[in-house]
């Protein structure tokens, strides 16, 4: 499917088909092609937890501002951003510093200067490590929702729930911030899909002080 | 461009041709598919200063570990995200409000509901205000990166910079924070591109606790 289709009918659609399911394979394919993000110095501070049970589903719902389309959805995620995902002894830290000795883009003796970076980028202050999480993750989410829908499947993105409560309820470690939910599937046929909202012009979006 | 080859070509390139301008035009047409970016609330929290003037590039290039890529990039972009972009009474804010009870989705009476909403989402806490920010800007620039390489643009994000530096030389008011910088340009012929760096599996994204 074209890019410029794909980004122009992304859209975060409110009605799920309740009786279409997404298949474990195009679930599959859609991760596979947003792990291709980029983040910052190589880091991928992200992880899914993947619910496809309705009772799992209903069970997040009611921490969400009883959103019907987090049942209705067949595969509703918790997208998880790793505020830890910097630190020297991070499994995906040094599974990261190795790959990229092994492929000749970094020395062995350089692991130092590596953690010492990281950490002075993204470990130094509450600020970084919130901004290292949430940016990275939400670079992943965004190849997510438009690789999902390269596929044909729709998606929506939600903020509307109580970070502390679903922490609690899909007992999420301390390291994690949750950035949104987001319902995966089909729309449904029939329902009514709002018309685009309005955007930031060129003029908006670029500023000079 | 086909999706799945824009998501897989696009590499953060370390070395662009000098000699190989961005039209206004074509930036332009990148930003305004960017622009089509989802947001929490849709309040795009997201605005660019762009560079292209050599010594504004310099000065920049100094504050981020002098890399030649800043100065040798025809365009370079510092990326903001507004920690105040939730608020009543911010011109985006309102703006959007208006455009929702225009559009028919929202009602004048919900305003109080809406600016409390968004308060208690996104501002009632610092890690909130940057967990907006960030994750928000993160989807724009995710979406800017992959629109640029549909367009025949290469692009290199970068963390390495002196965040409070660029803010002062910038003159970037507090409310934003800066999230990255990106290179925006055309990756230079006969420069070597290291192959693609490794990436965390669908067996690794994927937990449960």
Redesign the interface.
């Given at each position: 499917?074209?890019?410029?289709e794909?980004?122009?009918q992304?859209r975060?659609v409110n009605f799920f088909d309740t009786e279409k399911d997404v298949s474990e394979s195009l679930l599959?394919e859609a991760?596979?092609?947003?792990?291709?993000?980029?983040s910052?110095?190589?880091l991928?501070p992200?992880?899914?937890?993947?619910l496809k049970d309705k009772e799992e589903k209903m069970k997040l719902q009611k921490l969400a501002w009883n959103q019907p389309k987090i049942s209705e959805a067949p595969a509703t995620l918790i997208l998880?951003?790793d505020r830890q995902g910097w630190k020297a002894g991070h499994p995906?830290v040094e599974?990261?510093f190795n790959?990229?000795v092994n492929?000749g883009?970094m020395k062995p003796e350089q692991h130092q200067w590596f953690a010492d970076?990281c950490a002075a980028?993204?470990g130094s202050s509450?600020?970084k490590q919130?901004?290292f999480a949430?940016?990275?993750?939400?670079?992943?989410?965004?190849?997510l929702?438009?690789?999902a829908k390269?596929l044909g499947l729709d998606t929506h993105?939600m903020?509307?729930f109580d970070h502390e409560g679903v922490r609690k309820a899909?007992?999420?470690?301390e390291n994690y911030?949750i950035?949104?939910l987001m319902a995966v599937g089909y729309f449904r046929k029939g329902a009514e899909l709002?018309?685009?909202?309005?955007?930031?012009?060129?003029d908006?979006?670029?500023?000079?002080?």
């Open positions: 499917m074209d890019f410029k794909v980004i122009t992304r975060a599959r991760i596979e092609l947003a792990a291709k993000t980029p910052g110095f190589n991928q992200w992880s899914l937890i993947i998880l951003a995906f599974r990261n790959e990229m492929a883009a970076t980028l993204y509450e600020d919130q901004a949430c940016k990275n993750a939400g670079f992943f989410a965004m190849s929702m438009l690789a390269s993105p903020d509307g899909f007992r999420v470690p911030w950035p949104l709002s018309p685009p909202k309005w955007r930031k012009s060129f908006e979006i670029v500023v000079k002080f």
